[in-house]
């Protein structure tokens, strides 16, 4: 007659081998609980130590005073491609654009006027108080901007966006360098305006950039900041810093096609002649001439001898 233990022998071994398949798998599923854990740990601890000024994820925007701008949905686009969580916007004597850009989610609306005369001092008068006005805003507004860069419309931002972000909590305000668009030939309506067959860095090549050279923009969201002129930002914290950034760039779509070009100057000829006289570019001096005189065949030429290569 078999013993007992015998008889059971197989169920004794299954219940043995189960038992140490139980305990393996506890020790296995301990073992990557604590990798888990760690991994996390440890990267938590580097997110803290390389992002800790920013989060990774904080937005930049975009303030620009926009009048019959050309291709706006390539502008929004390519900004919005190139890293812009959101736009603010101070459209003026367009209001056929009114319903676009209040459908847009990514963009906030000021509504407003050219003067009509001097506009090309006037203008920068009403662009400080466009960036003032939506640096003031965006403190509170909910959209989560930490940024905001002053552009015009026939500007595309580029390069890397994260050196905005990662900036340490002193640096206030910084200005990145432009690179002015040439043409193969004069553009026309039909042209995209955001195409070209080069660009001259402004620093580089001033003389191949025929309205200004020395960079755009930007400025931390706090009460401090405020505008400096079109062209940069500056705060009132004594010792706050401005930067300049190596890994963005502003690409300057200066009269795109003719007929903005035309526009522009025809726009632009209302000057008195004490200001026409301070403008400090012949490009704009010659394009307001030949919009004076209404003679396109003047303004392609200076369009030619300035625009394309």
Known sequence: MKSISKKYQFFID????????IMMSLIVAMIIKYFYWKSETLGLRENFQEGMEEKPDSKIAVAAMVKDPKN??????????????HFYIRLEDTPELLDFLQDQKDVSLQVGKSSGTNEYQDIQTRQDKMVNHFLKESQSDGHGVQWIVHMDADELIEGDLDEIRQQPSHVHTFWMQNEEAKYDKIPQKQDNCFRASKFYDCALYPDKCVSYGNGKGGARVCPQTSSNGPHRCKSNDANAKEVKLEKVKVKHFESCDFDSYKKKFHHLKNQ???????????????????????????LKYVFTKYRVE
Request: glycine fraction near 4%; avoid cysteine; hydrophobic fraction near 35%.
């Open 14 to 21: 299954l219940a043995s081998f189960s038992l140490l398949l």
């Open 72 to 85: 706006i949905e390539t502008w929004l686009q390519k900004n919005r491609e190139a890293g812009i969580g």
């Open 272 to 298: 008195d002649e004490k200001t026409r006289k301070a403008i400090p570019f012949d490009y704009y001096k010659e394009s307001i001439d030949a919009a004076s005189q209404n003679d396109d065949k003047q």
